[in-house]
């Protein structure tokens, strides 16, 4: 599976972005598909969750602001930021579990996923 990222770039605070995954290669609507950011000098954490049936998951940090989502037609996946905030500047991977979850709700820890894009920078200003 090859993912690639696009739709970042800087915005002000308050403001929105949408941020889009192409997924390709052996695809598959079974799999659960998220989106990770990593800030500098930070570790990768888990922003939302789309599982197979459509069920979401989100970090506390942007819950209520940005909304995953996804196009079976396109193995393409989004997240639309909304009210975003100087603290949620980071560079934004989505990354695909293709392995059986039998947890609930899907994991948003990295160490889950098995396929990762290589990222896209959104730059929040104050």
């Known amino acids: 599976v090859e993912l690639v990222e696009s739709g970042g770039g800087s915005a002000q605070t308050g403001g929105s972005l949408r941020l889009s995954c192409e997924a390709s290669?052996?695809?598959?609507?079974?799999?659960?598909m998220a989106w990770f950011r990593q800030a500098p000098g930070k570790g990768r954490e888990g922003v939302a969750v789309?599982?197979?049936?459509?069920?979401?998951s989100y970090d506390d940090s942007v819950k209520s602001r940005f909304t995953i989502s996804k196009a079976n037609a396109k193995n393409t996946l989004y997240l639309l930021m909304g009210s975003l905030k100087p603290e949620d500047t980071a560079m934004y991977y989505c990354?695909?579990?293709?392995?059986?979850?039998?947890?609930?709700?899907?994991?948003?820890?990295?160490?889950?996923?098995?396929?990762w894009g290589q990222g896209t920078q959104v730059t929040v200003s104050s």
């Open positions: 990354a695909v579990l293709s392995h059986v979850w039998g947890g609930d709700p899907a994991p948003l820890e990295a160490y889950h996923y098995d396929y």
């Open positions: 290669g052996n695809t598959d609507s079974n799999y659960f």
């Open positions: 789309i599982d197979s049936d459509g069920v979401t």
